[in-house]
């Protein structure tokens, strides 16, 4: 290796991993996308390996680039934690905060703003993904923290708040004879929270359902509720003005909780102060 390691190619690469685009890069770190694929190749040269696998449809690591990505985090986590420490201008940093859809559309705005206020120098990145998806994302510390759903709501020490989990539909009431004797329900992925307690409250109730649409994306799913072709199931909070809840005939569902997970390792200031922030916050939405 030649020289000391540059912070700025640093702060390149991971904002390159991360988005497996280098034309993305470029506008994260305010340069062309010429000038940051030199970067790269400067870094490549000093360390002398290949950190990174190009194509037409962008980048991803190699295995040096993987293991490289853990080295440079953690440095670059020890500046802004030193940058913090001795510093007179507050905290400083950049934060990768995970969490579901239907929680950033109803929380993340107001967490986001009363944070921004009292810590202007925070970067906030945000990663938007399923609570089973977040877990991976937090094992390989894509993620410094999320907000998840569990359905255990004796965990009281963790728990931040609790959320119902309702029935939408684009009807005040729903008539089963509009679809027969069969509900046609539209529901994210079967590995989601959402989408176990739809069938098994629908099971134990008795009622016969089918899954007629699915995606991951919440926006999709109000789009079907709005459609009338198919019933969805949301956290209340998330639901639209324009939907509405449904109760019985459908049956009850159950509450979700939802924890702040951190990645393994060092957690630097900017993540600690924010996730003291959303417990503090959360509650009070």
Not at 7 to 12: F, G, Q, S
Not at 265 to 273: C, H, L, Q
Request: hydrophobic content about 45%.
């Amino acid at each position: 290796m030649h020289g000391p390691l540059d912070l700025r190619l640093l702060i390149t690469f991971v904002h390159a991993a991360h988005s497996g685009s280098l034309s993305a890069t470029a506008v994260q770190v305010g340069r062309t996308q010429s000038a940051v694929t030199m970067q790269m190749q400067r870094l490549e040269e000093m360390l002398g390996q290949n950190l990174l696998h190009r194509s037409g449809s962008g980048v991803r690591l190699t295995g040096s680039g993987e293991r490289f990505l853990a080295y440079a985090e953690r440095i670059l986590k020890m500046h802004d934690e030193a940058v913090s420490a001795f510093s007179d201008k507050g905290l400083h940093g950049s934060i990768v905060f995970g969490s579901p859809e239907d929680y950033l559309l109803s929380f993340f705005p107001m967490l986001l703003k009363s944070f921004g206020t009292r810590y202007p120098d925070v970067e906030i990145k945000v990663v938007s993904a399923p609570t089973v998806e977040l877990r991976g994302l937090l094992q390989s510390r894509k993620v410094d923290l999320a907000l998840v759903s569990t359905p255990n709501l004796n965990d009281v020490d963790n728990v931040v708040r609790t959320e119902p989990l309702v029935w939408v539909g684009s009807k005040p009431t729903l008539e089963l004879h509009d679809f027969g004797d069969t509900v046609p329900l539209a529901l994210p992925a079967s590995n989601a929270m959402d989408h176990r307690a739809a069938c098994e409250a629908m099971a134990r109730a008795g009622l016969r359902y089918k899954i007629s649409y699915a995606s991951n994306s919440l926006a999709g799913l109000i789009g079907l509720a709005r459609s009338g072709l198919a019933i969805c199931v949301m956290t209340q909070e998330a639901v639209p003005p324009d939907l509405h809840i449904l109760n019985a005939p459908l049956p009850h569902l159950p509450h979700l909780g939802m924890l702040i997970v951190f990645a393994e390792g060092d957690r630097s200031p900017a993540v600690t102060t924010f996730a003291d922030h959303i417990r503090a916050t959360l509650p009070t939405l």
